[in-house]
């Protein structure tokens, strides 16, 4: 099992950033893809921004050229940069790490408990 949390995020004007953070409780390295997911309200959750293990990232259309995700090795830490917000990506944003769980044998993944994004017009 991996523990994810979140921190980051708030209430920020339209134009303005925001950065998330998602430490995890062990080896990022050991953790491909890690992601960074959008709910908002009545939608379903999507994915915004994602990095692989070798450090390849890929962007939903919708965040390309606003949002930037990275990591810090050593401190287990992803990050979700986020600037030129839109009231549009209002929501509450989770990180997700899939893994491969050895006690089942099988891939797997975890979750965060999820940090509020709120974009005033």
């Known amino acids: 099992q991996v523990q994810l949390v979140e921190s980051g995020g708030g209430l920020v004007q339209a134009g303005g950033s925001l950065r998330l953070s998602c430490a995890a409780s062990?080896?990022?390295?050991?953790?491909?893809?890690m992601g960074w997911y959008r709910q908002a309200p009545g939608k379903q959750r999507e994915l915004d921004a994602a990095?692989?293990?070798?450090?390849?990232?890929d962007y939903a259309d919708s965040v390309k050229g606003r949002f930037i995700i990275s990591r810090d090795t050593a401190k287990n830490t992803v990050y979700l940069q986020m600037n030129s917000l839109k009231p549009e990506d209002t929501a509450v944003y989770f990180c997700n790490a899939g893994y491969y769980d050895y006690r089942q044998a099988r891939r797997a993944e975890s979750w965060g408990q999820g940090t509020q994004v709120t974009v005033s017009s």
């Open positions: 990095i692989s293990r070798g450090g390849s990232t």
């Open positions: 062990r080896t990022i390295y050991s953790l491909n893809p």
